[in-house]
């Protein structure tokens, strides 16, 4: 089979195409042949070397969809289905054990997701880490119909997932920023309204206009950096900020005041290690009914064939594009 993989850690040139033999199967397990996998941040940082102790070679990817070849009963063969970025053990596929970067894997049944006609490929391989994380970030903010929400970053997978699920769970107000004039154009031409243009305004500057002065009531903050401090100031009494990325930066600064005076939270967000099987189904099944009905719908940049990862890794780190981008196997 084809797998994408590196054994030494380095730029994006050192992903190779290799041929490897397809996965002997576990007892209980299945074998998923691959047609769509997602290119995350998160990859990037695994093949600069960022992360240590891993076994060489490494195969990335953290989220995708297949078809089963070997099933079961449940999953019979050809059966469609979106594979969990959770492994068996509750671990992120692609960080600490090998992903999805190849033609076959094999996998336990509480891995898979069946699909329904609804729901393309792309939508099925773009879904998985994206809106667990969104959703998991909202859990965790305590979000309630009725709460303003403003989440960093509409172009990219955890921001505008964020946006989509709380516009559709009955937030009062959703506000989003976005990067540049284009980015913000873009967001206007797919429907998106209070897109704030951080190279026009400041977010909190943004927000506090859009509010009328309010503040909102959660902020879900994937990017970062500076831009976590600002988005501090755009809360309001009582307000709480989740932070689940660093890709602008792993340090800001803030007032402590506005934590004092304000009585503001700031709670972090992981996906590795954080669920176990029936903390990750509880999410599932808050989010499955949304795509299956298309009220959420992942937004794609770019798709590339398998043999044009480092293209596809260059594209998502360097250019920051509006949307998921996928290779196919």
Partial sequence: MKTVEFTIPGNYEVLKIVDRPIPDLLEGQLLVRITLAAVNA??????????????????????????????????????????????????????????????YIAVYPDELIILNDSISDEEAAAFPVSF????????????????????????????????????????????????????????LLYGFQNVIDLSKESISDGVMRITEGKGVDIVIDSIGGNLTGEAIKSLSRNGILVTIGYSAGTTFSANITDFVWKGLQMRGQSLNGWFDRDAE???????????????????????????????????????RPFGKVLIKF
């Fill in 281 to 319: 189904k509880e999410i599932w099944n808050q989010l499955m009914p949304l795509l299956e009905d298309a009220k959420l719908k992942p937004l794609i940049a770019k798709v590339y064939d398998a043999e044009e990862v480092a293209e596809a890794q260059r594209f998502l780190i360097e250019e």
């Fill in 132 to 187: 667990f994380s969104a959703q998991a970030c909202l859990n965790k903010a305590e979000f309630q119909p009725g709460k303003s929400v403003l989440s960093l970053a509409v172009g990219g997978g955890v921001g505008n997932a964020a946006v989509q699920l709380a516009t559709v769970l009955g937030a009062s107000q959703v506000i989003t920023t976005a990067g540049s004039t284009q980015k913000y154009e873009k967001a």
């Fill in 42 to 103: 998160v990859d990037n940082t695994v093949r600069s070397g960022k992360f240590t102790g891993r076994h060489t070679p490494v195969i990335l990817g953290n989220e995708g969809v297949g078809i089963v070849i070997k099933g079961n009963s449940d999953f019979t063969e050809g059966t469609r289905v979106m594979i969990s970025c959770f492994t068996e053990g509750g671990q992120i596929r692609g960080i600490y054990t090998n992903g999805l970067w190849a033609e």
